[in-house]
């Protein structure tokens, strides 16, 4: 063990020793490559290949070098000079360094010319950029000109239109909220082409509208501000404006405010006014803004029918086009598609009781049943009162909408079941044209239950 370790000891010896020997070998190899050209412009003619056999020689040594036994079968050249040449080479090496050592010194001129390369690049260069720096600023000049010029001419149109637009405004604002802000005024000021708002708060002093209003005084403030410039621009040409979801903000006491205002201030103006809430559309409705027959209310949509809204007559037109084409299904699509939105609004105005669902989706047999329910409780109370009045013309009345009501929901609950099988997939239903029409003329039967007959 002690003679292996021993061994091995002297093993890694050697490869160190070869690996360093190996380092060598190459350096010199590299040089003799470098050399090799200048030997054959200015040297012996025998001299490049003399150097490129010394260099094979060199490197079949460095190949053997790579292993223990190979450089053991090396030992003699390694004791000796490995890098033995022979005296011709070493001659024509002398000669070649003769040579080079009496030509003339061209490192300083080299220096030179590349210096003046340099310079010359770097000085290309800059007059580019002294040329490109003239150009820009010519052009920002031109810019800046034509910017100031600008936001003058604009200030000057704005301060203009805003002066003649403040009192407007700020009486606009006014009239909303006159229960906290009557005494309320407003300054608008252009500045490079954009508006600053200051609005007095309660006396204190002018502020942006963001320091102190709350979103709901914001939003105010935004509809009086379209309004008193639309009705600046356009005068009396401002006829048609809609109003998409403006007031949704604001609290419901300066709604209604602002439906006085509306009323007041723009009578020939007619006002398409959207909204989700309903409390906005009852107060649009009381105040006399709007009529109830100017009222649309939609119950949902889809990308490929569109709202779900559709009025009387277009109803039924629309379904006799699509039976007198044997369409029933499009028929039945139809009339069960506006049947939940009539349901939805006979059961607002008869005050039905459906069951609440907080997403609002209520199916059609809710809608139906409580309709139904709810129009047979306004007839018996009717009735009461009738009798405890002794009026007999009113008797009569109420017998003849009671017959009615029996005659209509009797043709329309036995036709019912048609709508459902042909709106949903069901293999065996299938009908005609004349058998889908006394389903129809079941539900216009039952819907004339809600409709003045004058």
């Given at each position: 063990m002690a003679?292996?370790?021993?061994a ?10 070869a690996?360093s020997t190996v380092q060598?070998?190459?350096i010199?190899r590299?040089?003799i490559?470098?050399?090799?050209p200048?030997?054959a412009?200015l ?9 490129q056999i010394?260099?094979?020689d060199?490197?079949a040594?460095?190949a053997?070098l790579?292993?223990?036994e190979?450089?053991a079968?090396?030992?003699?050249r390694?004791?000796g000079d ?19 050592e009496a ?5 300083a001129t080299?220096?030179a010319s590349?210096?003046?390369?340099i310079?010359q690049?770097?000085?290309t260069?800059?007059r ?5 720096h ?9 810019a800046?000109?034509?910017y ?6 604009v ?21 909303i909220?006159?229960?906290d ?10 500045s490079a082409?954009?508006?600053?708002l200051?609005?007095?708060f ?18 105010g ?7 008193a410039l639309v009705?600046q621009l356009?005068?009396?040409?401002f ?5 998409d ?5 604001v609290?419901?006491s300066?709604?209604r405010?602002f439906?006085?205002l509306?009323?007041e201030?723009?009578p020939d103006?007619?006002?398409i006014i ?5 409390i ?8 006399g ?5 100017a ?14 809204f ?7 037109d629309?379904i ?21 939105a009539?349901?939805a ?9 459906v069951t609440?669902?907080p997403?609002a989706?209520y199916e059609?047999?809710?809608?139906l049943a409580?309709v ?6 306004w ?5 009461n009162v009738a009798?405890?009045?002794?009026n ?10 009671k017959?009615a009501r029996s005659e209509?929901?009797?043709a329309?609950?036995g ?13 065996w ?8 029409v006394?389903v129809?003329?079941a539900?216009k039967?039952l819907l004339?239950?809600f409709s003045?007959?004058d």
């Amino acid at each position: 063990m002690a003679r292996s370790d021993a061994a091995a000891e002297l093993q890694g010896r050697i490869q160190a020793a070869a690996r360093s020997t190996v380092q060598e070998l190459r350096i010199v190899r590299e040089l003799i490559r470098t050399v090799r050209p200048h030997a054959a412009s200015l040297g012996a003619a025998e001299l490049p290949h003399r150097l490129q056999i010394w260099s094979d020689d060199l490197g079949a040594f460095e190949a053997k070098l790579g292993t223990v036994e190979g450089a053991a079968d090396q030992a003699d050249r390694l004791a000796g000079d490995p890098l033995a040449l022979s005296t011709e080479i070493l001659i024509e090496l002398d000669e070649l360094l003769a040579t080079l050592e009496a030509k003339p010194d061209q490192s300083a001129t080299a220096e030179a010319s590349g210096f003046l390369t340099i310079a010359q690049e770097r000085w290309t260069r800059v007059r580019l950029a002294r040329a490109d720096h003239k150009k820009a600023a010519a052009a920002q000049t031109t810019a800046s000109t034509v910017y100031h010029t600008y936001c003058k001419t604009v200030d000057a149109a704005l301060t203009t239109l805003y002066q003649t637009v403040e009192d407007k405004f700020s009486h606009y604002y006014c009239e909303i909220n006159a229960d906290d802000e009557s005494a309320f005024k407003a300054e608008l000021e252009p500045s490079a082409g954009k508006l600053d708002l200051s609005v007095d708060f309660y006396g204190i002093g002018m502020f942006p509208p963001m320091a102190y209003h709350s979103e709901g005084h914001q939003d105010g403030m935004g509809i009086c501000l379209y309004l008193a410039l639309v009705k600046q621009l356009l005068g009396d040409d401002f006829r048609f404006a809609v109003l998409d979801d403006v007031m949704m903000s604001v609290d419901s006491s300066h709604r209604r405010q602002f439906c006085k205002l509306l009323k007041e201030c723009f009578p020939d103006v007619q006002f398409i006014i959207t909204t989700h809430d309903e409390i906005w559309a009852k107060q649009m409705e009381s105040t006399g803004l709007v009529s109830k027959t100017a009222q649309a209310r939609f119950h949902g949509w889809t990308v490929n029918d569109g709202p779900a809204f559709e009025q009387s007559n277009d109803l039924w037109d629309r379904i006799d086009a699509d039976l007198s084409k044997d369409d029933v299904y499009g028929a039945a699509h139809k009339l069960r598609r506006n049947l939940e939105a009539i349901m939805a609004d006979l059961a607002t105005s008869l005050r039905g009781r459906v069951t609440f669902r907080p997403d609002a989706r209520y199916e059609l047999s809710e809608l139906l049943a409580a309709v139904k329910g709810r129009h047979n409780d306004w007839l018996k109370k009717a009735a009461n009162v009738a009798n405890l009045w002794n009026n007999e013309t009113t008797k009569q009345q109420i017998e003849r909408l009671k017959e009615a009501r029996s005659e209509a929901l009797l043709a329309q609950e036995g036709e019912n079941w048609a709508i459902n099988a042909l709106v949903h997939y069901n293999e065996w239903a299938t009908m005609t044209k004349a058998d889908f029409v006394p389903v129809v003329d079941a539900c216009k039967q039952l819907l004339a239950l809600f409709s003045c007959a004058d």
